[in-house]
């Protein structure tokens, strides 16, 4: 009987052991999660102080912005000014939603001087007014200045849960600067920026694109994450110091 409580006994130390080390190791994960909170939350300040000095600072031309983009690969949010012609029967549409509204930011081909193309999102329009034909009078003909925000290419779909865009018809879900160029019925070899421009809000006629669509108040909850999972840490500690005092207080 006694050899019997015995094999049993120490068949049931190993458990508080491998519990410890699973508390322990869970420990550890939790405060490198806090960390790389932290560590995002101060990417994240640093990209907001950088789009405040760059939305506030005066609008350049743009071969400027293109140096810019050529040396760093970043021209997020600089204000920038660009002269042309619209193509209107270029337009691609973009499938988003503006103040609780379904609908499309058109992005239209602007003809530069130069012969190459520019890519601009004029702005918002209501899902039953995607159709050009249907607002004739946002169709400004002849030259016009653009003055907006330059913003970064993507170089791939953001997430798999995207459906993919749908060229054939004209609806894109992501911003594929160059699936956009290809099916926009630009001249062959023709050039073309290598970011797009969002406009301003200046109105259009009629009113239609809205620009101004720019996001750019981002969110930044990392340091709430960030105090989730120190918290949670914290509260794995105690417990497994009680774990520990434990069997000090029973014997």
């Known amino acids: 009987m006694s050899t019997t409580s015995g094999s049993v006994a120490g068949r049931s130390r190993p458990k508080p052991a491998l519990l410890l080390g699973f508390g322990l ?13 932290i560590q995002r939350l ?25 140096k810019r983009f050529a ?9 920038v000014t660009a002269s042309g012609t619209f193509l209107y029967q270029g337009e691609r549409h973009f499938f988003a939603t503006w103040e609780g509204q379904s ?10 001087e130069d012969g190459r193309f520019a890519l601009i999102n004029r702005g918002f329009v209501p899902y039953d007014l995607k159709d050009a034909a249907k607002r004739p009078q946002s169709q400004v003909e002849g030259q016009v200045t653009v003055t907006g925000l330059a913003r970064n290419p ?11 865009n749908d060229p054939q018809k004209n609806i894109f879900y992501w911003k594929d600067r160059d699936a ?17 421009i969002d406009a301003g809000a200046t109105p259009n006629p ?3 694109p809205v620009g101004g669509v720019t996001v750019i108040n981002l969110p930044n909850s990392h340091l709430q994450y960030a105090v989730t999972w120190y ?4 509260a794995l500690a105690g417990v497994l110091i009680f774990r520990l005092r434990r069997p000090a207080k029973e014997k």
Do not use: C
């Open 154 to 164: 993507l170089p791939a779909k953001p997430s798999m849960m995207l459906p993919d």
């Open 25 to 37: 190791v869970l420990f550890f994960i939790l405060l490198a999660l806090g960390t790389w909170q």
């Open 103 to 112: 609908g499309f930011n058109v992005f239209t081909p602007l003809h530069l």
């Open 71 to 79: 040396a760093t690969g970043d021209v997020d949010y600089t204000p």
């Open 42 to 66: 101060y990417w994240k300040e640093a990209l907001l102080q950088t789009i405040e000095q760059r939305t506030h600072s005066a609008p350049v031309p743009l071969a400027e912005i293109e």
């Open 180 to 196: 956009m160029a290809a099916s926009a019925g630009l001249p062959a070899g023709a050039g073309l920026v290598p970011f797009f």
């Open 206 to 208: 009629g009113g239609l």
């Open 231 to 234: 918290g949670l840490a914290a």
